[in-house]
């Protein structure tokens, strides 16, 4: 096959599986159990919040600040501070639901599996490189139907760095048995997945779903079934 040296590492988390959606799914849905309407003003006000929160916290997790579980339960801690409640009982439960309920929905960018399925037709390799908690990112790829898509999974908790460190694109490279110049990162993020991908020596593709593309960067793409098309140039043109 003619790509079968070439190497695909995916990001997980808004670049295949549609974490917005899923988490806002299983939000509105811990939102109604435990009766928040009344205390928040809506779900609306609530998920706003919840979202800023934890983007906030994703941050610091990254740069090794904080550690997995504070961000797990801090960001509901501080979500329903901002509504003036304070029960520890409260952010335990919707914590630990939330990791429970999340990781199992389904719902993934359009023309996922698709673009998968050609990919491995064409001969590439693929496989995972996240930031994301190790026991529920298994959790996501086995209910979507993904995970015999990928060879190498790789957490970044299991690794002890996160992306966009080189360690970990450097220990997901060893992992699966592939060189730098023959491989491909294709991830959401421009600042870890990207650049991150660039400073350790593999390529790489922007996934902007929105076209923004603030950073005009080259390779950008809105649409995973685009990847097809692109990838053979990007390998081919070095």
């Not at 706003?48 to 929160?53: A, H, N, R």
């Not at 350790?200 to 923004?212: E, I, N, R």
């Not at 098309?229 to 043109?237: F, G, Q, T, V």
Request: hydrophobic residues 40%; glycine residues 6%.
């Amino acid at each position: 096959m003619p790509f079968s040296k070439q190497h695909l590492f995916f990001d997980l988390d808004r670049t295949l599986w549609d974490f917005d959606k899923n988490s806002e799914i299983a939000l509105r849905r811990l939102f109604k159990e435990e009766e928040l309407e009344a205390q928040t003003g809506g779900f609306d006000h609530f998920h706003q919040q919840y979202v800023y929160q934890n983007a906030h916290l994703w941050k610091l997790y990254g740069k090794g600040k904080i550690k997995k579980d504070d961000l797990r339960y801090e960001r509901f801690r501080v979500t329903l501070k901002h509504f003036k409640i304070n029960d520890e009982a409260l952010v335990r439960r919707l914590s630990d639901a939330y990791v429970e309920i999340s990781p199992r929905q389904t719902a993934l960018f359009p023309r996922a599996i698709e673009t998968l399925s050609e990919l491995k037709q064409m001969g590439f390799q693929l496989h995972i490189i996240t930031n994301g908690f190790e026991e529920v990112q298994f959790i996501k790829l086995e209910n979507c139907g993904m995970r015999a898509f990928f060879d190498v999974v790789v957490c970044s908790e299991f690794v002890g760095k996160n992306k966009p460190d080189p360690a970990i694109f450097n220990y997901a490279l060893q992992q699966a048995g592939a060189r730098a110049w023959q491989s491909v990162m294709i991830g959401d993020d421009y600042h870890v997945d990207v650049a991150g991908a660039l400073r350790a020596g593999l390529h790489a593709v922007w996934f902007d779903p929105t076209a923004k593309n603030s950073f005009n960067y080259e390779h950008c793409i809105d649409s995973l079934d685009r990847l097809p098309a692109l990838l053979p140039k990007l390998l081919l043109a070095q």
